[in-house]
C-alpha cells in the first residue's frame, strides 16, 4: 500500500494551496480518506475527512476555507486549502482507513509564510 503526498511547499499567508494523495494496493473506494497535520513537538491532529460515500466533515479552525475531495477513479484525494495562516504550517498527512486496515502517507510540508 503506497498514500503519496504531493502539492506542498511554500506559500504566501492568505494565499491559497491544494495537497494531493495519490493511493495504489487499496480498493480505494471502500476506504475513509483524511488529512491530518503536525507541527514539531505538537501531536497529529485531524484537519479533515471524507467518507467511503462522500461524506465530508472538518476541524472547526478549517471550516470554510479548507475543502476536501475524492476521485474514486483516480484513487486521489484532494484538500483545497484557502486563505492559510502561518499558524498552519505544518507537515500534512494522507490517511486511509477501512476494516481491514489503517495506513499514513510520509507527509507534506506546507510552510506559510511571507
Known amino acids: 500500500v503506497q498514500l503519496v503526498e504531493s502539492g506542498g511547499g511554500l506559500v504566501q499567508p492568505g494565499e491559497s494551496q491544494r495537497l494531493s494523495c495519490a493511493a495504489s494496493?487499496?480498493?480505494?473506494?471502500?476506504?475513509?480518506m483524511g488529512w491530518y497535520r503536525q507541527a514539531p513537538g505538537k501531536q497529529r491532529e485531524l484537519v479533515a475527512l471524507?467518507?467511503?460515500?462522500?461524506?465530508?466533515t472538518g476541524v472547526d479552525s478549517v471550516k470554510g476555507r479548507f475543502t476536501i475531495s475524492r476521485d474514486n477513479a483516480e484513487s486521489t484525494v484532494y484538500l483545497q486549502m484557502n486563505s492559510l495562516k502561518p499558524e498552519e504550517t505544518d507537515v500534512y498527512y494522507c490517511?486511509?482507513?477501512?476494516?481491514?486496515?489503517?495506513?499514513w502517507g510520509k507527509g507534506a510540508q506546507v510552510t506559510v509564510s511571507s
Open positions: 490517511y486511509a482507513a477501512a476494516t481491514r486496515g489503517a495506513y
Open positions: 494496493g487499496i480498493i480505494f473506494s471502500m476506504y475513509a
Open positions: 471524507i467518507t467511503s460515500g462522500g461524506r465530508t
